[in-house]
């Protein structure tokens, strides 16, 4: 199976020969990848070199001439590193695009901490009017790819990782899915994109419904107030990112019903043995078993 980032290069190559107002600006990163698509479309595939704050004005540049950019480099440098470029020459400026990002929270650990950004979710919170999608497969990644490209002068973000689950599941960029439903409102567990089968693995047995999230801004208030029913609400979040980022959200859905959340995720604290991505998983209790006990706690 193709990963994520592979799967980006063949959906956008295609794309790049089907929409003439589509563009590609890299920062050397996924080069070599797009290297055919440049021979076929040079004035629309654009390597600006490793210059993050530039690749990212420069597609708001192109947005501001009518073209659709797809802006990307690895998450840490596309974030975090050009925030400003993201808040001004987009949003200021009023035009759109989209943002796709490679390596994740800790998707290549022997990058170091300047190669993770498990805060690129909840710093895009700070801004006004982004969809952030966050594939949990490569089949995904093309589906909500293909909807972020035709989805007018939008501000996107799409979330690319190493990490996927074993098999995708259908999405369509607005809503979360209910993968098993108990019934009872006993508690409501939301899985994240790539975290989903460890949250399946997780509560296999326990009295939960288990929602699943591909794309989390906007987030489906209207999915979980229906999870979790009339009563009282217990709700877990499982996020591939920092820890708590989407738990405002989940707390304004429930405003008018008694709840209580709880937010898992990537914890704040630097790993600074930076090990193998299956390492960091379980250091940030995100494996299937620190995950059944958190859950199991909370909800008991």
């Keep these: 199976m193709d990963t994520m980032r592979e799967r980006f290069i063949s959906v956008t190559s295609r794309e790049l020969d089907e929409d003439p107002r589509l563009a590609v600006v890299l920062a050397e990163i996924t080069m070599d990848g797009f290297r055919p698509a440049q021979r076929r479309h ?65 998707d290549w650990p022997a990058g170091g901490f300047t190669h993770m950004a498990p805060g690129d979710v909840a710093l895009l919170d700070t801004l006004d009017g982004w969809t952030v999608h966050v594939p949990g497969h490569p089949d995904e990644a093309e589906a909500l790819l293909r909807h972020a490209y035709a989805a007018g002068d939008d501000k996107v973000y799409v979330r690319l990782s190493q990490q996927s689950n074993a098999a995708p599941r259908p999405v369509d960029g607005l809503r979360m899915e209910t993968v098993r439903g108990s019934g009872s409102g ?69 405003a008018d019903v008694p709840h209580r959340v709880l937010g898992l995720g990537v914890g704040r604290a630097e790993l600074r043995r930076y090990g193998t991505m299956e390492e960091h998983t379980a250091a940030h209790g995100l494996d299937p078993r620190s995950l059944r006990e958190r859950i199991s706690g909370f909800l008991r």
């Excluded at 040079?42 to 704050?53: A, K, M, S, T, Y």
């Excluded at 440098?77 to 943002?99: I, N, S």
């Excluded at 609400?233 to 707390?251: I, K, Q």
Aim: a negative charge.
């Design 42 to 106: 040079p004035d629309r595939v654009i390597n600006v070199g490793i210059r993050e704050q530039l690749l990212v004005g420069v597609g708001g540049g192109l947005a501001l001439t009518g073209l659709r950019p797809v802006v990307h480099t690895f998450a840490s440098f596309l974030v975090e590193r050009p925030f400003e470029q993201v808040k001004l020459d987009f949003g200021h400026q009023g035009t759109g695009g989209v943002l796709v990002s490679a390596s994740a929270s800790y």
């Design 186 to 254: 006993a508690g409501v567990v939301i899985a994240v994109g790539p975290l989903l089968d460890n949250v399946l693995a997780a509560t296999q047995g326990l009295d939960v419904t288990v929602l699943y999230a591909p794309t989390v801004r906007p987030f489906d208030g209207a999915a979980l107030r229906r999870a979790v029913g009339r009563g009282t609400a217990d709700v877990v979040l499982v996020e591939p990112y920092l820890a708590g980022t989407s738990t405002a959200a989940a707390a304004e859905a429930l």
